[in-house]
């Protein structure tokens, strides 16, 4: 009998050992952010990361649908001007203290302030007097939010902004600690002082080696998260993630490497995750520092010409990117039927290339006498796919070369203008919606890397924002569309599909066209 209580007790404090065991998961990302300040982040890595620390008025859920966030429910007016939401009451900072209204107006105000120098303001330049308090030209006063009292916010809008709601799911849409922000200042985002309101808050960050998040204990659905640990590690050779996920030492990574597709697809075909994403992957083409010949539009379009994008797609990507000529995405929602394209689409290679060689001689460029720089970020994908294009100029007497740049601090060189000829760059839609990538050619727009400017362009994208009618709306913006690709304002090249591998003991994690998969929603089976 005493053997059997004994075994009995054993077995009890065995299986409470393993009921109350951390549990930890090991997540791939494409690099190190730069910042953990999100009114400086710009890129997807950057959003996979704030959205783990942070929740908006709105959050994706599982699906990458908009669900209540720290707002439990809003109201919208019958013009569709103004949203007033409403705060959940439970709503906490990792701190403890209540999450309210103020914060996100602080939040606002401050990535519209001028000083902050945010990149990516331009998000919300829907909300009244956004734009022109950004451009110094109001004060901050004057933005179009309002705390009405500490559980509820008004927002109103300059105009009617079907994609709104999925606008705030973005990082610019999050709140902000004021109390921390403004006693640490730009330390705000230190390990011990940074204070965040997500179902995680920050541990440590050791660059180059993880970014350690702990499940936050005063998070509102802290019940709902079970996982305890995450550890975000940086992987800008994706070939390194794969071979740590196969050593069972990661349990996700973000993407894969083009080249071991094959390899993937039958070694790992029940942990590969492939499927639809709203991006683009593209070329700005600038030549500011370079022959000035690239300034002509007849030899921007020669070389958009030579770029065989079936190649890049089969070849280079293992057929998990598409052959893309426009910089709207196929699918998206609230354009004309079919998108648009560019005009040479569906002509013959070789008849591209004979066309793209009478466009240089127009432009006076003899075969031989262009020189260009392809400029990328870190990553063997990356590489590759210029490597291919070089080669693929050569075919029209233009000679290029590469330069690689390390990642964490790639978009930031092309946001300050930095000099290059042609470089890469792409493009994940941050709401379903063709304004979210027709405003990044748009003059003035720190996302413009060519710089390019055009007041007719412009023109329309300002009368697309005020216009009601969907289907009008729809028109104005592929016009603006077609007039940029006729001026070969960037080149672009793929369309995105997200690409992961996720481990079989991993649950929650759904294929969705944002690729939105926040940690809250996930957990490990064993």
Known sequence: MFKKILLASVCAFAFSGIANAEVVFNRGNDTDPATLDHHRTSTVSE??????????????????????????????????LVYTFHLRDD???????????????????????????????????????????????????????????????????????????????????????????????????????????????????QPNDKIVMKKNPHYYDADQVKIDTVNWIPFEDRASCMRRFEAKEVQACSDVPAEQIDYVKKNLAKEFRIAPYLGSYYLPIKGKTADSKLKDPRVREAISMAIDREFLSEQVWQNTMLPGYSVVPPGINNYVEGGVQLEFAKDDMLEREDKAKELLKEAGVAPGSLSIELLYNTSENNKNTMAAIADMLSNIGIKASLNETEGA????????????????????????????????????????????SNKDYDALIAKAAVT??????????????????????????????????????????????MDAHATRWLSLKD
């Not at 783990?52 to 919208?76: E, F, H, M, N, R």
């Not at 004057?142 to 705390?147: F, H, P, Q, R, S």
């Not at 919606?433 to 003035?444: K, V």
């Not at 007039?483 to 690409?499: D, G, H, N």
């Open 468 to 513: 009601t009618d969907m289907k009008a709306r729809a028109e104005v913006l592929a016009d603006a569309e077609r007039l940029m690709l006729k001026e070969t304002a960037v080149i672009p090249i793929l369309y995105y599909s997200s690409r992961a591998l996720v481990a079989d003991n991993v649950e929650g994690y759904e294929d969705n066209l």
């Open 47 to 80: 959003g996979r990361i704030m959205k783990d620390l942070y929740d908006g008025l709105v959050i994706q859920d599982a699906k990458g649908i908009p669900v209540a966030g720290t707002a439990k429910s809003w109201d919208i007016s019958e013009d569709g």
């Open 91 to 205: 709503a906490k900072w990792s701190n403890g203290d209540p999450v309210t209204a103020g914060d996100f107006l602080f939040a606002y105000r401050r990535i519209m302030n001028p000083a902050t120098a945010a990149g990516y303001a331009s998000m919300l330049f829907p909300i009244k007097n956004a734009e022109e308090i950004a451009g110094g030209k109001k004060p901050l006063e004057e933005l179009g939010v309002e705390a009405v009292d500490d559980h509820t916010l008004k927002i109103t809008l300059n105009a009617p902004t079907p994609y709104f709601l999925e606008l705030l799911t973005h990082q610019t849409g999050l709140p902000m600690h004021q109390k921390s922000v403004e006693a640490n200042g730009d330390k705000f985002t230190a390990a011990g002082k940074m204070v965040t309101n997500g179902a995680f808050m920050l541990e440590s960050f």
């Open 409 to 452: 601090t790639y978009f930031n060189f092309l946001r300050e203008d930095g000099p290059f000829d042609i470089a890469r760059a792409g493009w994940i839609g941050d709401y379903n919606d063709p304004q979210n990538f027709l405003f990044l050619t748009g003059t003035g727009i720190s996302f413009n890397y060519s710089k390019w």
